[in-house]
């Protein structure tokens, strides 16, 4: 599961619509207005990376980089339980190895639309 864009890219600008005042909150499970992050685990010689593929089109709502980022991350690990994907990873996983462990879908907003997070299976796991 080694992919070569395996580190974190910083977000591109993107045009941002202004909302119709009459419109009303989409849904939770409305995506239209969320962005979708790709998350995975980078396996160095001494250290395992938490890793966050950025869209290119990400939502302009997006101001803080590193905050968006954190957020990823603790959806991730509130979904997932972090020791033993870790444990999983560290001990099946090449040096060089990006695991990807799925999706998450949120909005500037915070709020988490969707995830597709899961431990993939590796070899001898």
Do not use: K
Not at 37 to 60: A, C, M, Q, W, Y
């Amino acid at each position: 599961m080694t992919s070569p864009d395996e580190t974190a890219s910083e977000p591109a600008p993107a045009s941002n619509t202004d909302s119709d005042a009459a419109a009303t909150d989409p849904s939770p499970g409305d995506t239209t207005d969320a962005d979708t992050f790709r998350v995975g685990i980078h396996v160095t010689e001494t250290e395992l990376r938490f890793v966050v593929n950025v869209p290119s089109d990400i939502d302009s709502g997006w101001t803080d980089p590193d905050a968006f980022q954190r957020l990823v991350e603790r959806v991730t690990w509130e979904q997932l339980d972090q020791r033993a994907t870790l444990q999983t990873v560290a001990t099946n996983a090449d040096e060089g190895e990006t695991v990807f462990l799925g999706t998450v879908t949120l909005r500037p907003d915070e709020t988490v639309v969707d995830h597709s997070l899961r431990v993939p299976p590796l070899d001898g796991a």
